[in-house]
Structure formats: C-alpha cells, structure tokens
C-alpha cells in the first residue's frame, strides 16, 4: 500500500492531498484536507477534511490525483450552492 502527499493552493487555500494507491489491495483513496487556513470550508467538504474512495479506473482518466482534486474542486465550485455560501460569508449577518 503506497501513499504519496500532494499540496496544492486552490482559491487562496493550501490543500494536502494524501493518496494511497489500492488501499486495502483493492480500492483507491484520497484524503483531501484544508491546512492553510486550517479547517477552511471547501466546494467538497463544510469540515476542510474528506476521504474519498474511488475505483482506480475513474482516478487512471487523469494524470495525476492532483487533477483529479482540482477538477472536482472546480466543479463543485460552479453550484448555486457554493456560490451562496461564499456570498454569505463575504457579508456580515445580523442573524
């Protein structure tokens, strides 16, 4: 079971991305965590932290688990949801 670490800034935020190819013989995964700022929310995840488990296939369509992420990332990015989030947080609120 071999784990490589990948840090990448997206949107101003340091991310590690932690892979570990076949983990249990079988299956990949990615353990994607904000770390600058720490706990920072993300389009994936409200905790700054997700393990994501993937069949090898889906992750072989791209060149790197750093692809992967960042499509994701941007992906997830263009939902109405994020969106209004960002906007949220970007205005005070009395309530």
């Given at each position: 079971m071999?784990?490589?670490?990948y840090?990448?800034?997206?949107?101003?935020i340091?991310?590690?991305i932690?892979?570990t190819?076949?983990?249990w013989?079988?299956?990949?995964h990615?353990?994607i965590?904000s770390?600058d700022p720490?706990?920072?929310?993300?389009?994936i995840?409200?905790?700054g932290?997700?393990s994501?488990?993937?069949?090898?296939?889906?992750?072989?369509?791209?060149a790197s688990?750093?692809d992967?992420?960042?499509?994701?990332l941007?992906f997830?990015?263009?939902?109405p949801?994020?969106?209004?989030?960002?906007?949220?947080?970007?205005q005070y609120?009395l309530?």
């Amino acid at each position: 079971m071999e784990s490589k670490n990948y840090e990448i800034e997206w949107e101003g935020i340091k991310i590690s991305i932690n892979h570990t190819h076949k983990r249990w013989g079988v299956i990949e995964h990615l353990e994607i965590r904000s770390i600058d700022p720490e706990n920072a929310v993300l389009p994936i995840t409200d905790t700054g932290y997700k393990s994501h488990f993937m069949v090898d296939e889906r992750l072989n369509q791209y060149a790197s688990p750093v692809d992967y992420v960042r499509e994701w990332l941007e992906f997830e990015a263009t939902k109405p949801a994020w969106k209004s989030s960002q906007e949220n947080s970007r205005q005070y609120s009395l309530f």
